[in-house]
């Protein structure tokens, strides 16, 4: 069986790169600067099924788009999610949080999302592209 993405992320998410070990995702909702990891492994719905290099390697990319997200969106704080409710597929919420964002300090699911503007898009993924695709 070949690794598959769940078509709610093709249809709620926008190709950004592939690392390694996972998919990056830019979510569609420019509320938030909001990337979601998924590990490119078939029948994996929590960390704890992946193998132990595997973990090991998630944490690593985890931490390597955080600081790029702070550096991009500068900003200080970045919040790192492993839900699965909706979407049972194994990933990684990665959202740079400010003070002046319209859920502070709340979650960012208590307010509706607020899809891209086709130029916002195009700039977004260009610069998350750039800087994600340097360092590698």
């Given at each position: 069986?070949?690794?598959?993405?769940?078509?709610?992320?093709?249809?709620?998410?926008?190709h950004?790169?592939e690392l390694?070990?996972?998919?990056?995702?830019?979510?569609?909702?420019?509320?938030?600067?909001?990337?979601?990891?998924?590990?490119?492994?078939?029948?994996?719905?929590?960390?704890?099924?992946?193998?132990?290099?595997?973990?090991?390697?998630?944490?690593?990319?985890?931490?390597?788009?955080s600081?790029?997200?702070?550096?991009?969106f500068?900003?200080?704080?970045?919040?790192?999610?492993?839900i699965g409710?909706?979407?049972?597929?194994?990933?990684?919420?990665?959202?740079?949080?400010?003070?002046?964002?319209s859920?502070?300090?709340?979650?960012?699911w208590?307010?509706?999302?607020?899809k891209?503007?086709?130029?916002?898009l195009?700039?977004?993924?260009?610069?998350?592209?750039?800087?994600?695709?340097?360092?590698?």
């Amino acid at each position: 069986m070949i690794f598959k993405i769940d078509q709610k992320f093709l249809k709620s998410s926008y190709h950004v790169t592939e690392l390694k070990l996972c998919l990056v995702r830019l979510n569609d909702n420019s509320k938030f600067p909001w990337i979601i990891l998924i590990p490119k492994r078939k029948n994996i719905t929590d960390i704890s099924d992946l193998n132990s290099k595997d973990q090991v390697l998630l944490m690593k990319e985890i931490v390597y788009v955080s600081k790029i997200m702070k550096k991009i969106f500068k900003t200080s704080k970045i919040n790192i999610e492993k839900i699965g409710n909706l979407v049972p597929q194994l990933h990684i919420h990665i959202i740079a949080r400010s003070k002046k964002d319209s859920s502070w300090p709340l979650s960012v699911w208590v307010v509706k999302g607020k899809k891209y503007s086709k130029s916002a898009l195009v700039k977004v993924l260009e610069k998350v592209k750039e800087r994600l695709n340097k360092k590698r």
